[in-house]
């Protein structure tokens, strides 16, 4: 049995269970591109964007923010070298709904358009708000999203980091003018269990909406290549846990991955949370990574291991990057 893909509500784009994220490409705050990593070059971008898409991990997220653009020209880049794989691709980006940006509609397009620009094409998959910052209220948030897509500039729109009340009032807003909520983009992991056991994942699936799991790998922290004797470089302020803490998790990660035919700790990580009906969108950086976050795709976590993993997951912390953003 493999887990199935999804269909973005009101559209025909279809995106596999497994996606890839792409803060890091291009970033030098936070993933030291040029800075602490020097093994991250625009080479070894171009290679996991191969590998993932060769692996049928189609669908890239991006934002206006990641490298204050670098991240999206990278991909408009990757886009026109290669139209063959450019075809196979479900593009997602963000607009960031600052407190001041109060002309909310001529803001979302203007940024909307500089976006299509630097990622070199007509429309986008998908468009989020990338957090609820704005002071504007859901129907104006809503009405700018509207526009867009009125104008052919997006397929589909969702928003990110937003509680479950918050989902459900954008989705009625969006409602009342003919577009469905495709999208909820969140902090969800092992490492951060609770917007399952706090009830966000369930309204999700009540309203149509697919919840995106970002930093599904607490930001590297799961993989198992990071420990309390090697703690991970760089800000990396989502899932922040003492590294003691994240090592118990990772164990069991290492027990089920093996009892399942020497899976990677991040394959089971990122198993378990397209079993929750969540497509996990990793961060990768060069081949390796793409390549061993794909094989997450294809296989099952049995019933028994699930329930493992439930045991062993963390409910998240409060962190400064969580207080930034609302979560529920
Ligand atoms: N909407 C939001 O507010 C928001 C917030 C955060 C992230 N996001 C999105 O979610 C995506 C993913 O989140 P994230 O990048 O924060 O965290 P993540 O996916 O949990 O971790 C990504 C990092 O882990 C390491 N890594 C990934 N795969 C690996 C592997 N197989 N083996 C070893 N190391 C591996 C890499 O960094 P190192 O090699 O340096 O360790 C990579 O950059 C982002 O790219 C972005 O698109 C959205």
Redesign the pocket.
Known sequence: MTIQGHVLAGTEVAIPALG??????GDRS???MGTY?T??TEGTIREAWDASIDAGATF????EV?GEGE?ERIIGTLLAADPQRAARVQLAT?FMPLPWKLGVQGALLDALKASLDRLGVASVDLY?L??PISLRGHAALAEALAAAHQQGLVKAVGV??YSAKETRSIHAQLQKRGLALATN???F?LLRRGPETGGLLATCAELGVVP???????????????SVGNP???K?N??AHPMEVVDAVVAELRRIGEANGGK?P??VALNWIMAKGAV???????R??????AGALGWEIGADDLAALDRAALPGLRSL?NRF?QHG
């Open positions: 890839v994220g792409t803060w890091a490409w936070t993933w030291g990593d093994a991250l890239f997220d991006t934002a990641y991240s963000k989020q990338h957090g990110s980091n983009q969140i902090e992991s995106l799991a970002y930093s599904p790998l607490g930001q590297g922290r799961l993989t198992g290549k990071y991970p470089p760089g990396r989502f899932s990677a991040s394959q996990p969108i990793p961060g990768a950086k060069n390796a990574q793409a390549e061993e976050n990057a953003w």
